[in-house]
């Protein structure tokens, strides 16, 4: 099930490693956050070498529905309560500067760039939109309240945040790639210290990220209680009229909108991963309803990182690492979080102050209620009795009858019916 962005893009391809190289830093991770890493990396003329185990946006990166937005749900006034107002204004801050590195790159890039203003709206509930006004206004963010909305149901309307942008992220990363220094099909087997072996050969680097999606080391940072995942469903369909902007629902279980050339990509059936959801199903029963004309082009699905408080995880991978850095948890806003972490860390390797660091620690406080949900489900499926277990940390597997796979609701791997690996964090195949 290729998205859309899949099928209209051919990328780049590299050989893998052999031998044994040294570098200033190593880059585990082949998605958008490692590719623009490595950007900033070489801009910056810092050595470095990029590995990733298959071949590069192979894993959720080509999924996307490539919003670049510093309006990620209504989370700002949540982020006052929780941190204040200055917290909240450095995260808007971060994901502006990363809309603004998007601008400077794209000009030179045909990656259908386009600007458009974001909406996120509510169903039935105006008290949380005028929450979100207000904090923006504390936060001093010239948002809008939009009551009038090129959707086909009735809403309480929306905030809107102008001039963001949408893209093809796919074609955007291919031109980033061609010059960089990457390894395709070059699996890490063992990361000890500074020094990584693969199958074919070692690396020894001064400084280390970690761009997996999820983060491959369990020993460090407690990134199995500070992370679970999040399946969510996409369409691309023909036959509908264009709408202009950008629009997601506050809801978790709603819906998302965006129009790529004549193609209407909608979005929604989330659940947690090796949960049931809405699927495909609940975009089919929505479309039959509101969109009777349309016809499917293609369809795809996409696994996000989920944080305990909405932030990601940005930077030195624990307290007790230096030199090795992670960038993970994006919460679905894979775009500009992407872009925060490789200006981020190119800057933290330069020995650079940057006024994100502490808004973006992985070492931050994981006291919220969201951790108390995790190691329920964490204990309640390492106790479940069944023979499929996933190889990450033994919780049990549960089959996903519209994907025919076998996912894990603990830490999200998943894995085609005959075993093989589909996702992480697992780095291996099923046992038989």
Known sequence: MPSIWTETTELPHFPPLKGNFHTDVLIIGGGIAGLLCAYQLQQAGINYILVEANTICSGITKNTTAKITAQHGLIYHKLIKKYGIEKARLYLDANQEALDGFDTLCKTIDCNYVHQDSFVYSINDRKKLDSELDALEKIRFSATYSQFLPLPFPTAGAVKFPRQAQFHPLKFLAAVAKN????????????????????????????????????????????????????????????????????????????????????????????????????????????????????????????????????????????????????????KWGMTSAMVAAQMLTGLIQGKDTPYEDVFSPSRSILHPQLAINGFEAVTNLLSFTKKRCPHMGCALRWNPQEHSWDCPCHGSRFQENGKLIDGPSTGNLKN
């Open 180 to 331: 960089l220094h990457i390894y395709e099909r070059t699996p890490i087997r063992e990361l000890a210290k500074r020094t990584a072996k693969t199958d074919t050969g070692t690396i020894t680097a001064e400084n280390i990220i970690v761009t997996t999606h999820f983060p491959m080391l369990n020993k460090h940072g407690s990134y199995f209680l500070k992370l679970f995942q999040h399946r969510s469903y996409c369409m691309a369909l023909e036959n509908i009229s264009p709408i202009e902007g950008m629009y997601v629902d506050e809801s978790q279980k709603g819906l998302s909108f965006r129009t790529q050339g004549d193609l209407l990509i909608l979005g929604g059936g989330s659940h947690r991963t090796g949960k049931k959801g809405g699927n495909w199903s609940e975009l089919e029963d929505f479309i039959q309803r509101n969109y009777p004309q349309a016809k499917v082009r293609c369809q795809w699905a996409t696994q996000d990182c989920m944080t305990l408080d909405g932030i990601p995880y940005i930077g030195q991978y624990s307290s007790r690492t230096p030199n090795l850095y992670v960038a993970t948890g994006f919460n």
